[in-house]
């Protein structure tokens, strides 16, 4: 009885002191689909737009009968309501629901930027191997050709400065270097390399020429008017190797020049131009010729890639683009607000820029107070 007696006396005590106890937060797991506060948007409709669209996409014929999985490219979703809403949780919610159910039909480009980064760095390391794989195949079939495998004794090629190494920004001599191990171990002893700078007695000149796939303004040297430059200055007694001498007033190239000593003119332009030296994030691939020198016909020609492009997105690969738009009317009386929202979404062909599907949800809602989504 005395206990009871003193925790009774204690909390009449701490009611007369004012003693307040402190509120404790928690939390209920509700239904993903039961919506606890009023809003024009709920968890729901996001479910249900995906449930609805998805299997509208994965049953059109382009996808069904597509000979391959068709690549989509997520062009984002446009809000043009009045709610802040994340715009990417209507397109990771449908493109979830697509490669859970789709299982392989669709295949989605990756924008994550973490994704972008390890890419280009598996890219990096992929590369080397690429590219000795290229080479390797290069030279068989260089050694296959009529005019090696019948000839009756050593052919001697010499090799030309590489072209167009102010494109690539690399030690392009590496990769020339390459190339010609490559075409001699896989020759048998049938083509054989004179030094670097020589020429007397070649049979054949090796060219080599660097060129990004870009459709931006380069410095692109024609090989034909470097090939001349070069034999101008074989016939003359010069070293292949054009010298950086004193050059003024270096300006990018407007005309089209035909004499030899302009033309070594323009390409020392080109190649001391700091507008034509940035290397653009492109594919950059390298151009091999084998060159009669007698007549300037060329016997055997091959090109090998030296570096693919790295870009986040590579939209080049996408058959289609995936996009939406969430649009709004809202009225409003008194402490009431009424909000009708449109959202659809739609599949493009992105060359003839078709529309090949769209769909559309539909939701009203009427919310007593504002509600902002986040």
Do not use: H
Not at 153 to 166: D, R
Not at 202 to 220: I, K, R
Not at 344 to 356: A, C, D, F, H, K
């Amino acid at each position: 009885m005395k206990k009871m007696w003193y925790v009774a006396l204690g909390v009449i005590s701490c009611v007369m002191a004012g003693c307040v106890s402190p509120e404790i937060s928690s939390s209920t797991r509700v239904d993903l689909d039961d919506e606890r506060v009023d809003g024009a948007l709920s968890s729901a409709d996001i479910r249900t737009v995906a449930s609805q669209m998805c299997p509208a996409i994965l049953s059109l014929p382009e996808v069904v009968d597509a000979p391959s999985a068709p690549r989509i490219k997520i062009a984002g979703m446009k809000n043009s309501s009045r709610f802040f809403i994340d715009n990417d949780l209507f397109m990771k919610r449908l493109s979830v629901e697509l490669n859970r159910y789709g299982r392989g039909q669709v295949r989605f480009l990756s924008a994550n930027e973490r994704v972008s980064a390890g890419r280009a760095e598996v890219l990096r390391e992929r590369q080397s191997a690429y590219f000795q794989e290229q080479i390797k195949a290069f030279a068989n079939q260089l050694k296959q050709r009529a005019f090696v495998a019948s000839a009756e004794k050593p052919i001697k090629v010499a090799v030309l400065p590489p072209l167009n190494t102010n494109l690539v920004n690399m030690n392009a001599e590496s990769f020339t270097a390459m190339v010609r191990s490559a075409v001699a171990e896989a020759a048998d002893g049938k083509i054989l390399f004179l030094m670097p700078g020589e020429t007397e007695g070649a049979d054949y000149w090796m060219a080599t020429q660097f060129y990004p796939e870009s459709m931006q303004l380069e410095g692109v040297i024609n090989l034909a008017n470097y090939i001349e430059v070069i034999d101008s200055r074989i016939r003359e007694g010069k070293s292949m190797y054009i010298e950086d001498n004193a050059l003024v007033n270096v300006t990018p190239l407007t005309t089209t020049v035909v004499a030899n000593a302009k033309r070594e003119d323009v390409l020392l332009q080109m190649l001391r131009n700091p507008e034509l030296r940035k290397a653009s994030d492109s594919t950059k691939r390298l151009n091999v010729m084998l060159v009669n020198p007698k007549d300037k016909v060329c016997v055997y020609e091959s090109t090998v890639t030296v570096t693919q492009r790295t870009s986040p997105g590579n939209s080049g690969a996408a058959d289609y683009l995936l996009s939406g738009e969430i649009s709004g009317l809202s009225t409003q009386r008194g402490g009431s607000a009424a909000d009708y929202l449109l959202i659809t979404v739609t599949l493009v062909e992105p060359v003839s820029n078709e529309v090949i599907w769209e769909d559309a949800y539909e939701v009203k809602r009427v919310t007593q107070t504002g509600t902002v989504y986040r």
